[in-house]
């Protein structure tokens, strides 16, 4: 066991995150570095998560200065 492996205190998961893409564009998104939210770079929209939920929705996302 490796204990810097362990993933435990992520918000939302690796397997998560993959199954994730922008609902607008079917693209990829990222996690941001404070972990709040995702960012998807082609639309450069964030999507908030709350309660470490991520809302997926386009009337809710939140435009970023790239
Ligand atoms: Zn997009």
């Known amino acids: 066991m490796n204990p810097l492996e362990g993933d435990t ?3 939302v998961s690796k397997e998560l995150l993959d ?3 922008c609902p607008k564009c079917k693209g990829p998104v990222a996690l941001t570095p404070a972990e709040d939210g995702l960012v998807c770079n ?3 929209l964030k999507y ?3 309660d470490d939920i991520p809302i ?3 009337d809710e996302a939140i435009p970023v200065n790239q």
Do not use: D
Request: hydrophobic share 80%; aromatic share 0%.
């Open 19 to 21: 199954i994730l893409v």
């Open 56 to 58: 997926m929705l386009i």
């Open 42 to 44: 082609a639309c450069a």
């Open 48 to 50: 908030e998560i709350k």
């Open 9 to 11: 205190a992520m918000a």
